[in-house]
């Protein structure tokens, strides 16, 4: 079975400041997709970025950007020039797709807090 | 951007009472999902569907039953709210295109209290 971990329950960051959010996977799968979901207080998950298994590239969305190292099987999340409004919980997610089955399966986040 | 939308927001009930969370998109996606997250913990799937007359349980065992008459429709019932069913219930939806690069987009969630 396909497992996602995040080992950083919680991390701070001052504003303007890089900040790097672990998350490592584990799947036996050669072809999958890894996901970033960011959660404000409100509860709201809002898509942010995606890396594909098979994807020469690291993927990169505005400030966010994802260190994809395959033989490590890290996808770690960077967001730089941090914001205020970047404190938030943050997921890291893998789709897991198996003969009917198709879904997200989630890690346990991490809480980011972006001081001035 | 992605159109789901859910309703009600927050809804606080007692215990013994129906409930319908609905959820809604606009999309035209086939897939569509029912997340539950407690506070500050991982989202974990309760009920998929991939399209019209197509409902799955997905990991975690619910009480909730899960309707699709509609694409464009996904509503979940609790028959009988119990306060083990306070939650935050997350609906999402995707393209069925079969790609792994497909995305879940969420609606804002319901938080939901059973007294």
């Known amino acids: 079975a396909q497992k996602i971990t995040q080992t950083q329950p919680g991390m701070f960051v001052q504003e303007k400041e890089a900040v790097t959010l672990d998350c490592t996977y584990d799947t036996s799968d050669p072809s999958y997709g890894l996901f970033w979901y960011k959660q404000p207080s409100s509860g709201e998950m809002i898509f942010l970025i995606y890396q594909g298994s098979y994807d020469q590239q690291n993927a990169t969305e505005g400030r966010y950007s994802l260190n994809f190292q395959k033989a490590r099987k890290s996808a770690n999340l960077v967001i730089s020039a941090s914001q205020l409004g970047d404190s938030a919980m943050y997921f890291c997610?893998?789709?897991?797709?198996?003969?009917?089955?198709?879904?997200?399966?989630f890690g346990t986040g991490t809480r980011l807090q972006v001081f001035p | 951007e992605a159109d789901i939308y859910q309703t009600p927001r927050y809804l606080v009930i007692g215990t013994g009472k129906k409930i319908t969370l609905e959820c809604s998109q606009t999309m035209g996606h086939d897939k569509m999902y029912w997340y539950q997250q407690d506070p500050g913990m991982e989202l974990h799937l309760i009920h998929y569907?991939?399209?019209?007359?197509?409902?799955e349980k997905g990991d975690l065992s619910s009480e909730s039953t899960v309707s699709r008459i509609r694409t464009e429709h996904f509503p979940l019932t609790l028959e009988s709210a119990r306060p083990s069913h306070t939650s935050q219930y997350l609906c999402?939806?995707?393209?069925?295109?079969?790609?792994?690069?497909?995305?879940?987009?969420f609606g804002p969630g319901t938080r939901l209290t059973v007294l």
């Open positions: 999402a939806s995707s393209p069925h295109e079969g790609r792994r690069t497909d995305t879940q987009y």
């Open positions: 569907s991939y399209g019209v007359n197509s409902t």
């Open positions: 997610a893998m789709r897991e797709v198996f003969y009917n089955t198709d879904k997200l399966i």
